[in-house]
Every structure is written in C-alpha cells, then in structure tokens.
C-alpha cells in the first residue's frame, strides 16, 4: 500500500474510493472498505482510502478533543490490512476548511484523484460549512465521471456502529460490547520505554508504553494480551492512566506485565489487546498495600483470560 501526505502529485490510475476518519476502522470502516476494494478490483481500478488529519472535529474545537480510537499509525495499518492500494492523508488546515464542495470536487476527486467511483456513508457532509452532502455529488457525478453511491451503517443487533458509541462503551468499560462494534478487541500499540523500575523491585516488571499527548479512550486496570513478541499472544495485566500511586505529573502511561514472561523487550513495538476491565485506578498510601491489590488483579486477569481460552 502507498501513503501520500497530501495531494501535491496528483495519482496516476483512476480510482474507486472512500472518504472519512475512520476513527477506530470498526465493523462499519471496515464493510466500507472492503467494497470499494470489491468495486476497484471488478472495474480495474486502483483502491484508494482518504482520511484526514488531524480529525476536523480537533481542528475547529481543540479544546473539546475527544479520545482516539486509534493513532494515525494504527489506522493507517488496519486499512493497510484490507488490501487497499493507496491511503490519502489529507491534512485538516484552513485551507482545506475553506475548500468548497464544488471545488473539492473539481479539483480533488475529479482532477487529483481521477475518481471513477465513491463511496461514502449516509451522514457524510464536506466542503465549507459542511455544505457538500450525497445528494450534491449524486449530481455532480456524470458530469465529474464518476458512479456514486452510499452505505447506510452498520448495525450490531439495535446497535448503529459508530466511532462515538464505542468510545462511550470504553469509557464505560463496557469491552465486551466494544470488541463487538469494532470487530476485534480494542488496543493501543506503542514502543516500550525505560520506567521508573518499581515493577521489577516488586516481583512485578512491567513493559511501560508512554502514550505523550494522545488521551486513551478508557482508564483503570485491565485483562490483556500482547503481540509482536511471539508467535503467539502473550497474556497479562495491564494498567492504563495516570499512575497515581506513582506520578504526580498526570501523562497517561500504559503499562503491562507479561505473565510467565521475562525478556528484555526495550525498545520493542507491542500491540496491546483489552479484554475486560478489572477496577479504576487507584492511589495507595503503602506499597504494601499496592502489591497485595496487584496479587489480585493479576488472579483476575489470568481467571477472565483462561475462561476466554486465550
């Protein structure tokens, strides 16, 4: 798959694609998807998927930034996994605020992209002031030479599938309910880092993720498995937030221990995978008191990951 930052060469082939933030690629990103990928491949087209960043939410109301479902880097790797051609990363800027819908037709789907068919959701809107919608491209698409159509979404059950509901199922700590709007387990990928070592001191060592800006969807302590170790998925214990008992400076760490796993893994990318939510963070006044609580957690998380047969 190629990534193109922007739009300054425009692409070769025509294309079948699809816009949006795919915020998370859940069930419903992911039926999307894979018809356009149907579509190109049955008209002789080139696969293209076109997202923004950062999300035009972030870039009016920064104040207001809601957690990501996914890092850019994990998004692009999900849509990466669909076996689509291109991913276009346009960045959400006062220029392409401005943009009109009549100009990001003429310029960005007609004479950049050389769209030949799009698909978008029912509720997608674009250009300034969210003035373009389906109906505006249905007529523009003759005259701009392309098939347009819309996917209704997703339902799981009563359930719409969206990028808001399972942020909300997670800040609930409902996993369960997100794993199916998403279609796997949420996780959070990222580089182990040095810590403070206080795992390590008491029987507990810990692979440490600092998460910097990003603002995770949920917090607490949390059943997990890791990949990109081994061959296979390696169970454990994970704590995300804060840290209380242990920082005063409030960025968000995760940090996970590997059960019956002793490796130097520094420097490594893992993929986290959550499963169940055992308890909020907590501060303790002891670290006696921290260990006995961790001794439990980590029972939890072992029970819960074995009735899964993980």
């Given at each position: 798959m190629k990534i193109h930052l922007g739009l300054s060469q425009p692409l070769t082939k025509s294309c079948a694609l699809t816009i949006g933030n795919f915020d998370g690629v859940h069930l419903g990103h992911q039926m999307m998807i894979k018809q356009v990928v149907t579509q190109a491949r049955a008209r002789h087209l080139n696969s293209v998927v076109m997202t923004f960043e950062p999300h035009p939410k972030d870039f009016f109301a920064p104040q207001f930034?809601?957690?990501?479902?996914?890092?850019?880097?994990?998004?692009?790797?999900?849509?990466?996994?669909?076996?689509?051609?291109?991913?276009?990363?346009?960045?959400?800027?006062?220029?392409?605020?401005?943009?009109?819908?009549?100009?990001?037709?003429?310029?960005?789907?007609?004479?950049?992209?050389?769209?030949?068919?799009?698909?978008?959701?029912d509720d997608f809107r674009f250009g300034a002031k969210r003035q373009g919608d389906f109906a505006y491209l249905l007529s523009r698409a003759t005259e701009a030479g392309f098939t347009c159509e819309s996917m209704d979404s997703h339902r799981v059950g009563q359930e719409r599938v969206s990028s808001s509901a399972i942020r909300e199922t997670l800040q609930q700590g409902q996993l369960d309910k997100a794993r199916q709007l998403l279609g796997r387990p949420f996780y959070i990928s990222g580089r182990v880092a040095f810590g403070k070592q206080l795992g390590r001191t008491i029987g507990y060592p810990t692979a440490n993720i600092p998460l910097g800006r990003r603002i995770p969807p949920l917090q607490g302590i949390f059943a997990v498995t890791v990949e990109g170790l081994h061959n296979e998925p390696i169970k454990g214990v994970a704590s995300l937030g804060t840290r209380p008992s242990v920082e005063s400076n409030h960025e968000p760490w995760l940090e996970v221990h590997l059960f019956d796993f002793n490796d130097n893994i520094y420097g490594r990318r893992i993929h986290v995978n959550f499963y169940h939510k055992i308890r909020d963070e907590a501060e303790f006044t002891t670290l006696d008191e921290l260990i006995k609580q961790i001794d439990l957690d980590a029972l939890e998380a072992k029970a819960y990951l074995t009735s899964l047969s993980l």
């Open positions: 930034s809601q957690p990501r479902l996914t890092s850019l880097r994990e998004k692009i790797e999900l849509i990466e996994a669909a076996n689509v051609d291109h991913v276009v990363i346009l960045r959400f800027n006062h220029d392409l605020a401005k943009t009109t819908a009549e100009e990001f037709v003429n310029r960005i789907l007609k004479q950049q992209l050389h769209t030949r068919y799009l698909l978008v959701g």
